[in-house]
T-cell receptor
């Protein structure tokens, strides 16, 4: 059974810092990995999707990497801003579009 | 990109009543959709897989008679929470499959009072 773990569970940083969120999964037979953002009481906003054949994806200040063989992904956020404060979820698609989610990392960026 | 629309975005209902949540694929056909549930301060857990034209497949521990899923067309799946109880208050989100990619709806926050 696929398990997804995110470390740390919570992170607080001062504005402007670069930071890394970690995601690990137990079964490397994934089709893709997706990073989401979730604001309190809100739905999911897709940030980056990495196909299993890719190593990384970039969007603006965000960069996600994938090492499928070791079961790891990282989300790098450059020059963090208070508006980046949210919970970040990673999810792996294990087949037929079914997703397994991690518990998330709650990020607080202090002004 | 593919768009999945979920309605309503939030709903409040009384205990004992039923509430229906819709999940629509707007610009593509989806033979398979998924329903997830998120308890407060927890991650999303798969509840069931909705298959067009056939019965849904429920995950272990999910009551199929309580959470009725209907996928009558290639663009619409519905989740009906029957005899709602305050314990059913949660965030429900659907996704639709294109190949091995999943596209998520905006989610529905259900509060049962």
């Amino acid at each position: 059974k696929q398990e997804v773990t995110q470390i740390p569970a919570a992170l607080s940083v001062p504005e402007g810092e670069n930071l890394v969120l970690n995601c690990s999964f137990t079964d490397s037979a994934i089709y893709n990995l997706q990073w989401f953002r979730q604001d309190p009481g809100k739905g999911l906003t897709s940030l980056l999707l990495i196909q299993s054949s890719q190593r990384e994806q970039t969007s603006g200040r965000l960069n996600a990497s994938l090492d499928k063989s070791s079961g790891r992904s990282t989300l790098y956020i450059a020059a963090s801003q208070p508006g980046d404060s949210a919970t970040y979820l990673c999810a792996v698609v294990v087949g037929a579009g079914k997703s397994t989610f991690g518990d998330g990392t709650t990020l607080t960026v202090k002004p | 990109g593919a768009v999945v629309s979920q309605h309503p975005s939030w709903v409040i209902c009384k205990s004992g009543t039923s509430v229906k949540i819709e999940c629509r694929s707007l610009d593509f056909q989806a033979t398979t959709m998924f329903w997830y549930r998120q308890f407060p301060k927890q991650s999303l857990m798969l509840m069931a897989t909705s298959n067009e034209g056939s019965k849904a497949t429920y995950e272990q521990g999910v009551e199929k008679d309580k959470f009725l899923i209907n996928h009558a067309s290639l663009t619409l799946s519905t989740l009906t929470v029957t005899s709602a109880h305050p314990e059913d208050s949660s965030f429900y989100i659907c996704s639709a499959r294109i190949g091995n990619e999943a596209f998520f709806g905006q989610g529905t926050r259900l509060t049962v009072v």
